[in-house]
C-alpha cells in the first residue's frame, strides 16, 4: 500500500479527497431518504456494503418505495451496474490476473475510480489511482450512509437540500478534461442525444446503456489512429 501512496501525485490525492468528500454528502442523503421513505435502517447499510453502486442503489430503493417489488428493485439497479462491463474492460489491466485481486477490484469499481485510473499515463499511476480511490470511496461512503441512516428521521426533506445535485457534478468535473479531445466530445454529445431521445419510451436505465452506441465512432477512430501507427511507428506522438 505505501507503494502505491508513492506512486500517485498530490493533485491527485488532493482530487480524490474531494470526491470523497461528495461522496460522502450523497452516502449520507441516500441514507437519510432510505429511512425517512419508511424502510429500516439496515437495508440502506447492508445494501452498501455488499453492493456499493450509488446510482444503482437509489434506483432500487426507488422502486421500493413506489411500492414495487424485490425483484423489479433488483433489476432496476443490474441494469443501472451494466455500464459497468466496459469499464472493466478499460482497466483489466491494473486489477491483476489474480481472483483475490479480481474480486475486490470489480467490487470497488465506480465511475469515480475508473475516472481517476483512466486520467493516468502509465500502469502503475493507473492502479494507484483506482485502488486508492476505490477505497477512499468505499470507505467514505458507507461511513456516510450510517451517518445518514442513523439520522434520516430528523432531516426531514432531504431533497429540498439539493444532496442529489452533488453527485452528477463530481461526475462532470472528472469527464471534463476529456471533452477537450474534439472525437470524445462528439461521442459524448451523440451518447447524450441518444440517450434524451429514448428516455420517454424506455424504462430507467436502458436509454443509458443505449447512449453508449455513442462511443462506436470514438472506438473505431481509435482502433485506426492505431493500426496507422502500427504501420508506421513514426506517426505516433505523445
Not at 77 to 105: C, K, Q, S, Y
Not at 164 to 190: E, H, I, K, M, Q
Request: with cysteine; charged share 15%.
Amino acid at each position: 500500500m505505501r507503494s502505491l501512496w508513492r506512486t500517485i501525485d498530490r493533485g491527485t490525492l488532493r482530487d480524490i479527497a474531494l470526491v470523497c468528500l461528495a461522496d460522502a454528502v450523497v452516502g449520507a442523503s441516500f441514507g437519510a431518504i432510505t429511512v425517512s421513505g419508511g424502510l429500516d435502517a439496515s437495508v440502506p447499510i447492508v445494501m452498501s456494503l455488499l453492493v456499493f453502486a450509488g446510482g444503482a442503489q437509489f434506483a432500487a430503493v426507488g422502486v421500493l418505495l413506489a411500492g414495487g417489488s424485490v425483484v423489479a428493485a433488483v433489476a432496476a439497479g443490474l441494469v443501472l451496474n451494466a455500464r459497468l462491463l466496459p469499464f472493466g474492460f478499460a482497466i483489466a489491466d491494473v486489477l491483476g490476473e489474480r481472483w483475490w485481486t479480481r474480486l475486490p477490484g470489480a467490487h470497488l469499481m465506480t465511475d469515480e475510480s475508473v475516472a481517476f485510473a483512466l486520467r493516468q499515463d502509465d500502469r502503475p499511476r493507473r492502479r494507484a489511482a483506482f485502488w486508492i480511490c476505490g477505497v477512499a470511496v468505499f470507505a467514505s461512503w458507507n461511513l456516510a450512509v450510517v451517518i445518514g441512516a442513523l439520522a434520516g428521521r430528523a432531516v426531514g426533506d432531504t431533497g429540498a437540500l439539493g444532496l442529489d445535485a452533488a453527485f452528477p457534478a463530481v461526475l462532470l468535473a472528472l469527464v471534463l478534461p476529456s471533452l477537450a479531445d474534439r472525437g470524445t466530445r462528439r461521442g459524448a454529445l451523440l451518447g447524450a442525444g441518444i440517450a434524451a431521445a429514448t428516455t420517454p419510451f424506455l424504462p430507467a436505465g436502458l436509454p443509458v446503456l443505449l447512449s453508449l452506441a455513442g462511443l462506436l465512432p470514438v472506438a473505431r477512430s481509435v482502433t485506426s489512429a492505431a493500426t496507422a501507427t502500427q504501420a508506421d511507428p513514426a506517426q505516433e506522438v505523445r
